[in-house]
């Protein structure tokens, strides 16, 4: 199938490794020009070079925290008019709210809530003029159900999902779509740390950690990144212009729920 989105231009924030990075690739691979960005450069030179020599495409690397207005001002100079915006930044960290002040909590709203909202307001009014776009937040499986240990990320995630819900019928009738997806366990980077840090609190082996994980997986396996960035890909095609305001949940099965 061709996702008919050959020759757009597109941001994927967050995007040396793990989701943003395999968000990248799968656009990448349909023809579109991607811009990346990620606050450590080495890892980002050698994924923008890794992409470009693989796809053909102009991968651009742009090293900036998307937390921060000098950071998305940054990526936006590059690619001022993006056709596809994928919003993407690092998840907290766990813990127990009783520990967690202020400022705690407004890093976590900065990263997973406020940091797409002004991605989105920079990009979807040419959005809109131009009758194309399709904006991605990669949010968390925590959305739907939440993760105990991880509190900053369920209120923050939430509250984007909320804001989301409203605009993202406001913008389909342009062609503008807007959409999350919510990963459930990827074998990233992020999935080892957290791994790390429960076999740590526990007094358990990592390995005993991640065997407990995956037994409570009806897939049996964690998911990897190229499955989570083609269903990215899919939904930021030209076929997905009547999919607007829903949360994808990928995760092998692990939500319960029969909705
Ligand atoms: P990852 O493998 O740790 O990769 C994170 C990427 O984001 C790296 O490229 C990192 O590069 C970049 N990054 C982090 N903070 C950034 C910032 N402020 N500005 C720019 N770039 C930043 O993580 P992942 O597994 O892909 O996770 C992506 C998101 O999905 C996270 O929010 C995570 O909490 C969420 N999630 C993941 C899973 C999972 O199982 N993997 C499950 C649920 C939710 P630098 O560090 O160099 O900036």
């Not at 991605?119 to 009014?125: E, G, N, P, Q, R």
């Not at 040419?126 to 776009?133: A, E, L, P, Q």
Request: glycine share 12%; charged share 20%; aromatic share 6%.
């Amino acid at each position: 199938m061709d996702f008919g989105i050959k020759g757009k231009k597109a941001i994927v924030c967050a995007a040396s490794k793990g989701l943003g990075r395999a968000c990248a690739r799968s656009l990448a691979l349909e023809g579109v020009d991607v811009v990346i960005s990620a606050r450590t450069e080495g890892p980002l030179m050698e994924t923008a070079d890794a992409l470009q020599k693989e796809t053909g495409v102009t991968i651009t690397p742009v090293v900036a925290d998307v937390t921060t207005d000098e950071g998305r001002a940054a990526v936006l100079a590059v690619c001022p008019n993006p056709d596809i915006v994928v919003n993407n930044a690092g998840g907290p960290p766990p813990g127990d709210f009783r520990d967690w002040d202020r400022d705690d909590w407004i890093k976590a709203l900065d990263a997973n809530m406020l940091s797409a909202i002004f991605m989105i307001k920079a990009t979807v009014d040419t959005m809109i003029d131009r009758k194309f776009g399709r904006i991605v937040n990669i949010t968390s499986g925590a959305v739907k159900a939440p993760i105990d240990v991880l509190g900053l990320s369920n209120g923050a995630r939430s509250g984007l999902t909320g804001f989301i819900a409203g605009l993202s019928r406001k913008t389909v009738a342009s062609n503008v779509t807007i959409n999350n997806i919510l990963p459930g366990p990827f074998d990233t980077d992020r999935l080892t740390t957290t791994l790390q840090a429960a076999a740590k609190n526990r007094g358990l082996s990592v390995e005993d950690v991640t065997a407990e994980r995956l037994a409570t997986n009806p897939a049996g396996r964690f998911g990897q990144p190229g499955e989570f960035g083609d269903l990215c890909a899919y939904v930021c095609s030209a076929q997905a212009g009547y999919l607007t305001g829903q949360n994808f949940l990928i995760d092998g099965g692990a939500y319960p729920g029969t909705f």
